[in-house]
């Protein structure tokens, strides 16, 4: 529960640091409080211009000694004059309580019109309203925020002494603080004042949505990076396999040549000649000469094969008639389609 707590107090707006500020004309009035208020008393007049108007100079005033102090993050509320305000006093007798509200409602509009802002204090059972039409308050909220100062309360300091006794100004200065440290009324902003600071709340949902987004992301390029390398992985095993696939189809062709040769070998194996005759066939040939077909019978040797030109096939030939292997024969010779030679020779056995 305290946790949970802690968590609500760090989405609360936090009041502690704020300063109330009274202005009597002539002099502005500062009383700032972070734990303890402390009323300070600005020692200058300030003249107004024709052409702006009051408001916002001392709106500009007030910014500017908050930027002096470095009270810039400060909330700010600000005590009006009596006569700046309507005030009402009464008892509101047989009223109860919950419909006071809504009486003072019905009062500030008959005295300011329909836009109104009002707002009540009730002390010793004695009830002080007060009421602002809504377009002057906004005149104070639209010159603040222009100069960058966080206006939450617009009140004038009730008076219930009796008999009424003048209240000193720097008084009004740490009313006006109070009202926002301890967010009571009366306050014509108070709908400004919220219990959440949802900027805070904002900034917060924002980072956990981003940090939300960047763990995905990390997951998401994990994932992609572990399939990337399995598939690097798998598609190095096929290709090894697509390479093995290669060299087993040329080995199952040279075997299935030997196996030809071996059967030729060994219906001939009687002949030694014959055995001589195609051991020369395969040492003469060289890489100028690819031998395609073999034909034994009896009687010769058929060979069909491509040289790179006529010149190696000669010398084939001619390889062959210096060998033992008998009576060699040019049979016929083409162009193949790559510009050699394909030519067909034959073996006769016994001349």
């Known amino acids: 529960m305290k946790y949970f707590e802690r968590i609500k107090n760090f989405f609360r707006e936090d009041f502690s640091d704020v300063v109330g500020i009274y202005h009597d004309g002539e002099k502005i009035f500062f009383a700032r409080s972070t734990h303890k208020i402390e009323p300070d008393e600005v020692n200058f ?91 002057i308050v906004k005149e104070y909220i639209s010159a603040f925020e222009k100069n960058s100062v966080n206006l939450c309360a617009l009140t004038a300091m009730p008076n219930f002494s009796e008999p009424e006794t003048l209240i000193k100004n720097h008084e009004r200065a740490v009313f006006v603080a109070e009202v926002l440290s301890q967010k009571k009324s009366p306050n014509l902003i108070s709908k400004k004042i919220g219990d959440w600071n949802f900027k805070k709340i904002f900034l917060t949902t924002a980072g956990i949505f981003l940090f939300s987004a960047l763990i995905v992301s990390a997951k998401l390029f994990y994932d992609y990076r572990t399939a990337e390398n399995e598939f690097n992985a798998v598609q190095k095993i096929l290709s090894e396999q697509s390479e093995n696939l290669v060299l087993k189809k040329d080995l199952d062709a040279n075997i299935s040549e030997m196996k030809k040769i071996n059967s030729l070998l060994e219906s001939q194996a009687e002949k030694f000649s014959k ?45 062959l008639k210096n060998s033992s292997a008998g009576n060699v024969k040019l049979e016929n010779t083409s162009t193949a389609d790559d510009g050699g030679i394909n030519f067909t020779m034959k073996i006769n056995f016994g001349g």
């Open 45 to 135: 007049e300030i003249s107004f211009a024709d052409d702006i108007p009051p408001i916002e100079q001392l709106a500009e005033k007030i910014s500017l000694t908050l930027n002096q102090r470095g009270w810039t993050n400060s909330k700010v509320g600000l005590c009006l004059n009596d006569d700046d305000v309507i005030i009402f006093r009464t008892n509101f007798e047989n009223i109860p309580q919950s419909e006071i509200y809504s009486a003072v409602k019905t009062w500030a509009t008959a005295q300011t019109g329909k836009n109104s802002s009002c707002d009540f204090v009730e002390i010793d059972g004695e009830i002080w309203a007060e009421t602002l039409s809504e377009n």
């Open 275 to 319: 055995l001589n005759v195609l051991i020369h066939i395969g040492k003469t040939s060289n890489k100028n000469i690819l031998l395609k077909k073999i034909n034994a019978t009896e009687n010769f040797v058929q060979i069909e094969g491509t040289a790179e030109n006529s010149d190696a096939v000669e010398k084939y030939l001619r390889r």
